[in-house]
């Protein structure tokens, strides 16, 4: 999902240099940067005892300061007059935002409104920052001042606040995909659980239509019901929370996937397990339980027909399926031992909930942070920097966040999750380069003290 949003997300940039280049336009255009540059400035100096800077934290100004041009304006107004950006109005405007409702409201709503940090900084333009008669006084300074100058200037912003918003849009889209396939994920899950239960009826039924037939021989009448009667099957289909779920997402594998469960069936009792399981002299639940945990492994899961199937059914299963199948193995092994609640949760607390939106928030809020921390690392005697695979860059650039933003998480940990994905999903040298990578990363934040978890 990551890989798939930063491959294409609209990056945010300033407008251009409105052509042709007159006096009216180049004075536009200056007063634009330097209404931005002033807007950095004011945002840095709207303090907060103990939050520091909100304003400043704000993903929309952390974009204006991070561009070049905005810089070189920061950079120019300290040897040079600026009007605009003299510290007087600066601190002047801090402290009228400071003391606004609108402010505090900000405050309030931006952890909950994605759109919150564009909103603010436009009514602070609006109401604050247009109207300010110093403000609208150093307009005056600069070269080619004209009223339809500034006219022209307003229009930049308004185009520059909506291609902020529109970038923006991207990444909320993207966390409602990440949602909705967390969410397919859980479907999986309990697909695959159904899978025993509704194999066992369907051969229930085979078994009874052979006992019909016009010429039946005794093993028809008299059939081996072990399979039928699995006592792990019995309970899983008892189970209040499996029940539910299965309900509540109208799952019904026998009415919609026909031709795969038939198909199943057959491979199930072709196989070497299957024929040992219905021999054995005796069967306890224990056994049950093992009979499903290895058929579900060695024959359902690696399964091609299954696979065609769950990709034609959703992009997202085919990935899913190996650590959504543990997991589904994790839950026949919690029935065995007796767990009072065996199907397992979608997640295990709310801080587990949130883990995937947040990890994908910080890279994307951080990246050119981390890719600076990436670039600094890189032996450049055996890598290129603007060569690297693009997914190696994508998961190196997860690795960090997880590293920074997650202390629970173990360091150790953190690095062996992401060397198995870049072995999985990129290249052959791939996980030793992650590892390579990481280990120079780590070294660098623990000797800045940024990194204090082992």
């Not at 629970?408 to 040298?429: D, F, G, M, Q, R």
Request: glycine share 4%.
């Amino acid at each position: 999902m990551l890989y798939s949003y930063l491959l294409t997300e609209k990056l945010f940039t300033l407008e251009s240099q409105p052509t042709p280049p007159t006096k009216e336009k180049r004075f536009a255009y200056a007063l634009y940067l330097q209404m931005l540059a002033l807007m950095v400035k004011v945002a840095r100096e709207v303090q907060v005892r103990g939050a520091g800077a909100p304003l400043a934290d704000n993903r929309f100004i952390r974009a204006l300061a991070a561009d070049e041009k905005v810089r070189s304006v920061l950079t120019r107004s300290k040897s040079e007059p600026m009007p605009l950006l003299y510290p007087a109005l600066v601190e002047k405007l801090a402290g009228l935002i400071k003391e606004s409702v609108l402010f505090k409201e900000y405050r309030k709503e931006k952890d909950e409104d994605s759109t919150a940090d564009i909103k603010v900084w436009r009514a602070i333009v609006g109401n604050f920052i247009s109207k300010d008669e110093d403000v609208t006084a150093a307009y005056g300074t600069l070269e080619n001042y004209s009223p339809r100058g500034v006219e022209r200037m307003g229009e930049l912003l308004e185009a520059t606040f909506a291609n902020f918003s529109s970038s923006q849009s991207l990444v909320d889209d993207a966390l409602k995909a990440l949602s909705f396939s967390m969410d397919k994920a859980r479907e999986l899950y309990f697909r695959l659980l159904l899978i025993p239960v509704e194999l066992s009826r369907l051969q229930a039924r085979t078994l009874d239509h052979a006992r019909h037939k016009f010429l039946v021989t005794d093993e028809d009448l008299n059939p081996n019901m072990r399979f039928v009667e699995n006592q792990f099957v019995e309970k899983l289909a008892a189970d209040g929370a499996f029940a539910k779920e299965v309900e509540d997402r109208n799952l019904n594998l026998l009415s919609n996937h026909e031709l795969l469960m038939n198909s199943l069936l057959r491979e199930v009792t072709g196989s070497q397990i299957y024929k040992d399981y219905m021999a054995a002299p005796s069967t306890d639940f224990a056994a049950d339980c093992n009979f499903w945990r290895q058929t579900l492994k060695n024959v359902i899961f690696p399964s091609a027909e299954l696979q065609e199937e769950l990709e034609d059914q959703s992009v997202f299963w085919n990935d899913d399926l190996d650590i959504i199948g543990t997991f589904v193995l994790k839950t026949i092994r919690r029935f065995e031992e007796g767990e009072q609640e065996p199907i397992l949760p979608q997640f295990k607390d709310n801080e587990d909930a949130r883990f995937g939106s947040e990890l994908f928030s910080n890279v994307v809020k951080n990246k050119e942070e981390y890719r600076e921390l990436i670039d600094l690392v890189i032996n450049h005697d055996n890598w290129e920097t603007d060569r690297l695979a693009f997914m190696d860059v994508v998961i190196a650039l997860t690795a960090v966040a997880e590293l920074l933003s997650f202390p629970k998480i173990p360091v150790n940990v953190t690095i062996n999750e992401y060397v198995e994905l870049a072995k999985s999903y990129s290249t052959s040298k791939s996980g030793f380069f992650i590892h390579g990578i990481l280990a120079g990363i780590i070294n660098r934040l623990r000797e800045d003290g940024r990194l204090q978890k082992e």
